[in-house]
């Protein structure tokens, strides 16, 4: 029994190892050989996890080695020797710390990194002790160095996601940076938008989103509340995280988490699904004032026959509009400063759809659920829905007409022009709709969702059979089909477009315009459709290339409209070119925003050449729109932006000359009182005449835009004098009806008073009231030839030095009824047809056109 206070309890031996055979230990403590110790001879393994070597990598869990003696035992007293791992092939390497110090006889290896080539396999690295002597060993115990060392045999996997590889070396792609494909020599530079942790890590920032975990393309939310800080210590299933409601691609789309149902508001947002009574009395409220809408328009339509300057500017200012809304799904990048500003643009058309959304109601119909969206059910309605409009549009009408007794041919008058006025409210949302069909997006490269509802694979399971079959169908008919049929019809009536019958069944297709410019209208149909259809059609280019076409596309329309001056009103071709240039000018800047290297200070440029020719638009169209109301304060607002909207010298000289002629334009918030001036004759005259001045054919706004700057009374008797022959029998007898109609009021009154005070009289006094009667009607003939000759006169000074022509005396009837009688009519007709002129080579209607018109004459209805 002994206790030892290093080696060996009972012998420890430094060279021969003693012969032990019977001998007995018992009870010997040591820290190492209890019994007997020696020295190491050989190395051997202590620990060996399994794990995955990577080649240029630092194994993950540690290695470890012990030297023992010739009996097995650790040498534990030892913490002098090293042991030492080496390749075995010199291509092969290992690095970091190889040389490790025994503790108590055991290596630790745990910053050790092996090289060789990726995915290669059995590849050997030898571990040894220089403290191991070889010539002690080979005496003591017949052994070689060979026998003392340990070879260590492990495979490499290949280089993964999250790594670059070069020859020999895996490395994992430090923070900052990424790899998202096997076999990168490089790591890529983190995407903007998103943290990179390193190897394959990505983190997108909030209002961010990608598609997949393979995927580094980094797209913005349309909806940047939806799309919530992704965090990887959380675990997702997906590289993305969606608010509640929103799911898929872009977290766009709506769905049902626990027991609420979400639904679509507006274009990308959901919402809850409100209580179906509420909801149920938004969409009643809503389409009653869509219906109240639309009677207002077909009746200022039908009431009014003349052009409306403020119904052209709100066209204009819609034109804008729909341009700058179209475009914004180019996926321009305007800076905050504009954004929020065409952000509101977009909103105008886009508040009902924010307040309603017909989701919830079509939840359980069968094409909703088969598809499980609602985006093609809402195409069809709208495919459908000009039918649906017209059938209310006759059946209103057959309603009205039985209590207003109109005749078929005022019937049919009304149900055109109403039908007219429903499509082409509708034609842009149809447009959208069906064009919205093939507008597709590519998220990653190859892949194209549905950018209506990104849920939606394009070209796969039903999305072709709606898109060739309901889609091209409604382009054909009401995109293409219904503009198309509107130009042939005007073009028909292009040479009689001054005609009653053509203004009030087509007006809202060619008001303001000047008759070789009929066909106006039209290109501005055109240029809205070609905005959608380049987007929707370049759809898989980049958005730099679609603005580009967009931009040529305007251009070379506004270059047109530059030279062709469609409008009657100078004026007005200048508001429709400073709304053309702000849309190109937007359109165009937005290219360059796209570059992401775009210098500061182009970048401010941009932004204000952008604002200021908006502004220049906007100022224009302020000023026109307010002009002319009777509230004070509204026109000092439009003086106010005249003077911003640099409107020239010679504008303002017109201006002034218009004002001081009193020939103001019937506006939206009524007619400017012309009475009391010195031109109140022919005012009179052209009262019923929009925007015309001393006749037909005559209009004083016009001869202003056109430069004359002259003074108006010089122009007067000028005026006058081109008034058509036609014109002044017109003045003429308008002005006789209206002094036939004062006398014969007044004659009936003295006859009326006589016929009171005789009807005391005896019977027999009837001869005298007959004789009485007879000379009233003699006085009465004699005052209205009177009457006609002072008219004459007074139509030889207008007329100037003309020769007066005498007018026939009106024959006498021997009862005084049939002359008031033949007086009320010749007061209440009115020639709405004058004779043509037999030379003129024009289109002509059909004869039942007109006569469908004199209907509504005779019913006293226009």
Known sequence: MNTAATDGGAMYYDFYKPITNNNIYENNVANYGPHLAGFPVKIEVDTLPAQTYVSGQQIE???????????????????????????????????????????????????????SKPNASNISYTVSSSNIDEDKIGKSFGMTLNQTIQTLTISFRDCIVGEQQSTDQCTQCPTGKYSLIVGNDECKICPKHATCLGRNEIEVDKGYWRSSFASDVIHECLNENACLQYDFSE??????????????????????????????????????????????FRLFGLLLLLVIFVIVIIWSNIRTQKDSESAILIRILANYFQII??????????????????????????????????????????????????????????????????????????????????????????????????????????????????????????EFWLFKDLSIKCWSGSHPAYAFGLGTLMILVWVIGLPTFGFFVIRHYRNRLEEEFVIFRYRILFQGYKREAYYWEFINIFRKVSIVMINTFLGIYPPIYKTFVATLTLAIILRQQEQIQPYKIKIMNEVEFRESTASIVTLFGGMFFILEDLPGVIRVLLVFVIFVTNFWFYSLWIHMFFKRSKFSTLRLIAYFF????????????????????NHDMDFVFGKYDAKDTKYNKVEEESKDQSFQGYAQGDNIINDLSAGDTGSLKEKDKANVKDVDDKAGKEVTKKKGKKKKKKIIRKKKKKGAKKEAGEEAGDADEGEEELNEQEELEQDINHELDHAENEQEIDDGDIEGDEPEEEAPKPKKKKKVKRKKKTARKNEEKVDIYPEQDPDDKGSKSPKGDEDDFSADEEAGEI
Request: aromatic letters at 12%; one cysteine or more; glycine letters at 8%.
């Open 61 to 115: 869990k540690e290695i470890k080695y012990k030297l023992v003696d010739h009996d097995g035992l650790t040498i534990a007293t030892d913490s002098d020797s090293v042991i030492t791992i080496s390749p075995v092939v010199a291509t092969d390497k290992v690095i970091g710390n190889t040389d490790v110090t025994v503790e108590n006889g055991v290596a630790t290896f745990k910053d050790v990194t092996f090289i």
């Open 235 to 280: 675990g997702l299933d997906t590289p993305y995280k969606c608010r509640k409601g929103y799911a898929s691609n872009l977290c766009q789309q709506c769905i049902k988490e626990g027991d609420d149902q979400y639904q679509r508001t507006g274009d990308n947002g959901c919402g809850i699904c409100p209580d179906p009574v509420l909801n149920a």
């Open 325 to 446: 809304t179209s475009a914004a799904s180019f996926n321009l990048t305007f800076p905050d400063s504009l954004d929020g500003f065409f952000q509101g643009v977009k909103a105008v058309g886009e508040s009902a759809r924010i307040f309603l959304s017909i989701d919830c109601f079509v939840q359980n119909v069968p094409m909703v659920k088969d598809n499980n969206t609602t985006e093609y059910f809402k195409a069809f309605m709208t495919g459908i829905s000009p039918f649906i409009f017209v059938a209310v549009v006759f059946a209103c009408w057959g309603i009205i007409r039985i209590f207003k007794s109109y005749s078929w041919m005022q019937l049919k008058n009304r149900i055109i022009i109403s039908t007219c006025v429903v499509l082409f409210l509708l034609h842009p949302s149809i447009t959208a709709m069906s064009l919205g069909l093939f507008n597709c997006f590519e998220i990653d490269d190859g």
């Open 642 to 661: 005249g003077k911003l909207s640099c409107l020239g010298k010679e504008y303002w000289t017109e201006e002034h000359k218009t004002m001081q002629s």
